[in-house]
């Protein structure tokens, strides 16, 4: 989903910014002088127009469709959580956090219908709450369509990935920046549910470019709930965004011409969540390796999500903060990300071509079955994996970057290498409607600008999260012999 704003230009000195061992400074960056226009903060959500009666199956899509879409069990299956969750590993007394503007007026009984299709268990509760003010009464416009579609598959995808976790879903009243408001209201309801001691993991489907902000300043007034979640030891997420190497303007539809990424998945003191294309049988068994997401360039996905032949930026979000330099974590893939914070963090399945079948009943579009897709998708989906590794820890994880690096930089179990595809993308802009291409970045051996580390084997990755957890000041020999006793 993507937030923006517009905020008058000032200038700031170089700032350091350090919580829990995580350290970046904060580089300026000239902007353009005086306010820009209004911006609005709306969901990436992907999704055709038409509902289905039931669940579709991946060959009913690949026949209808020309793509690939995904029923929960595969992805479980994907991810190898049947695995853990015969072993107990559920999420079990652990909450997840969903922040979203609006919410859903039919959330539960959405839930509701997705879990009976899915086989699952409701979840132990599904609370809304609404800290940053009263949410005006549900109207089928498209803002608040668009926002209860994301938080529907917010939460049946967390829900999906730790069954037996807790749901609290914070709403906010608002997703128009006319100025600051918005990401002050996020800010202000995140501080709240921290200083509350209301959930472990916050996941967030929500960003902004970085060059939206006025000044590296403004945007730092906001970061006042990462900091205090890395101090209570709480994890927060973010999508890397769905245009690959590009990303919008203050408008909310054109794009950048040059390669730009976003914030907050570029706060050192948040994981950033990418996506992959997963390549899965009917049972959800891998049938190759995954992919980095771009679909830019596939003429049946861009019939499907955007209606024409294409191309259009569908793809995984990443690239170098302008804002933040390089964090100590990253100091082992300087190579790649120079001086600069590099995103995302990790990745987990998010592609077009691979879908996720989501439920919808609200007004404003026919309820039914859709196959969604994007770090929308992604991103509740890691939420779901934080809360069983804080489970089988039996404590909260904190701010996890620093542990994912170590575990890639071993060549942990848990962590897949991701090698193939990019996020350069193309599109037409302008009033001749001419062709743009930026030219992104390629996944590689290691860490890379498209997929991060990679993706994920869930149990292997829950158990090495665990054993961090319990000792955050392991030498790197002990967490090798660690990683070769998990295997």
Not at 85 to 108: E, K, N, Y
Not at 340 to 357: L, N
Request: proline share 8%.
């Amino acid at each position: 989903m993507r937030c923006a704003r517009s905020i008058a230009a000032a200038a700031v000195p170089l700032a350091v910014c350090a919580v829990a061992g995580i350290h970046a400074a904060v580089r300026q960056q000239p902007v353009p002088a005086g306010a820009g226009p209004a911006v609005l903060i709306g969901p990436d959500l992907r999704h055709a127009a038409g509902a289905l009666p039931v669940p579709p199956t991946t060959a009913f899509c690949e026949r209808r469709y020309k793509i690939a879409c995904y029923l929960p069990r595969q992805l479980q299956q994907a991810f190898y959580l049947p695995d853990l969750f015969r072993a107990g590993i559920t999420g079990r007394g652990q909450t997840i956090v969903i922040v979203d503007s609006f919410g859903s007026p039919t959330v539960r009984r959405d839930l509701a219908v997705f879990d009976r299709a899915a086989g699952l268990p409701a979840p132990p509760s599904l609370r809304v709450i609404r800290p940053a003010g009263r949410v005006a009464p549900y109207r089928p416009v498209s803002d608040r369509v668009g926002w209860a579609g994301e938080t529907d598959l917010d939460v049946e995808y967390a829900h999906a990935f730790a069954p037996g976790a807790r749901i609290l879903l914070v709403e906010t009243p608002t997703s128009e920046n006319e100025g600051r408001t918005g990401f002050p209201q996020i800010v202000r309801a995140e501080e709240y549910v921290i200083a509350h001691h209301l959930g472990g993991v916050i996941s967030q489907s929500f960003s902004a470019t970085e060059q939206s902000f006025a000044s590296p300043g403004r945007l730092l007034t906001l970061r006042g709930a990462y900091l205090d979640a890395a101090r209570h030891g709480v994890t927060v997420l973010a999508a890397s965004g769905d245009s690959g190497a590009a990303d919008v303007r203050y408008n909310g539809s054109a794009y950048y011409l040059r390669p730009v990424t976003s914030w907050p998945d570029s706060d050192p003191l948040v994981t950033g969540v990418g996506a992959v294309r997963l390549h899965l049988d009917a049972r959800g068994d891998r049938t190759a390796p995954p992919t980095a997401w771009n679909d830019t360039y596939s003429v049946p996905t861009n019939r499907y999500i955007e209606g024409d032949r294409g191309p259009n930026p569908l793809a995984s979000g990443g690239g170098k903060s302008v804002i933040f330099t390089r964090p100590a974590y990253q100091d082992g893939v300087r190579a790649v990300t120079g001086g600069h914070r590099g995103v995302p963090d990790v990745s987990m399945s998010g592609a077009c071509d691979g879908a996720a079948d989501m439920y919808q009943s609200f007004p404003g579009q026919p309820a039914g079955w859709y196959p969604v897709c994007g770090t929308s998708e992604a991103t509740p989906e890691f939420a779901g994996i934080i809360a069983l590794a804080a489970q089988a820890a039996h404590r909260t994880l904190g701010p996890v970057n620093p542990d994912l690096y170590r575990l890639a930089a071993l060549r942990a179990p848990g962590i897949e290498d991701v090698t193939s595809g990019s996020n350069t993308v193309s599109f037409r802009q302008g009033k001749r409607h001419a062709l743009h291409t930026v030219r992104g970045f390629a996944a590689r051996r290691g860490y890379d600008l498209v997929t991060g580390v990679g993706t994920i084997n869930a149990p292997a990755l829950v158990r090495e999260l665990a054993w961090l957890a319990a000792r955050p000041h392991a030498t790197r020999r002990q967490l090798r012999a660690a990683i070769a006793r998990l295997r």
